[in-house]
């Protein structure tokens, strides 16, 4: 008599590949201004650190050239936070103006998918262009 399997047949790729799914999911296309604020001397900083240098990385940027990414150090013992403007025409249509995480207790990998689930879905589709070439022009007029 045999057990029957009840499990995973592959492991999954752990932290560091759900971080780099969700990196790869990231649109900023929606966010006007991300403010990133914490104490370096504070005790649950390292998450937010770490998410202020993936949002400072050249892919995520070239989602929203325009996107305006600002850091402030203060000494005052306060709870990390990431403060996420909307651009206007979005907000408008959304009804949300500004969206504030609270990056205490948060892990990089939450803080990415609350980013995710926020504010690329805000985004507008991209329009796919076409262009057609002479050869098309040329079959189209036969």
């Known amino acids: 008599m045999s057990i029957p399997y009840s499990g995973t047949i592959r492991r999954s790729g752990g932290v560091v590949s759900a971080i780099g799914k969700q990196l790869r999911a990231v649109n900023l296309k929606a966010a006007k201004r991300i403010t990133v604020k914490f104490d370096p001397f504070g005790d649950n900083v390292v998450h937010t650190r770490n998410f202020l240098h993936f949002m400072s990385s050249p892919k995520i940027i070239l989602t929203n050239p325009n996107?305006?990414?600002?850091?402030?150090?203060?000494?005052?013992?306060?709870?990390?936070?990431?403060?996420?403007?909307?651009?206007?025409?979005?907000?408008?249509?959304?009804?949300?103006?500004?969206?504030?995480?609270?990056?205490?207790?948060?892990?990089?990998?939450?803080?990415?998918?609350?980013?995710?689930?926020?504010?690329?879905?805000?985004?507008?589709?991209?329009?796919?262009?076409?262009?057609?070439?002479?050869?098309?022009?040329?079959?189209?007029?036969?």
Do not use: F, M, W, Y
């Open 67 to 142: 996107c305006v990414l600002k850091t402030e150090i203060v000494c005052d013992r306060s709870e990390p936070t990431v403060d996420i403007t909307i651009v206007p025409s979005i907000a408008e249509t959304a009804n949300i103006k500004k969206v504030t995480l609270k990056s205490g207790n948060l892990t990089c990998l939450e803080l990415l998918q609350l980013l995710n689930k926020h504010i690329t879905t805000l985004a507008p589709a991209d329009q796919i262009s076409t262009t057609i070439t002479k050869s098309e022009k040329k079959g189209k007029k036969k």
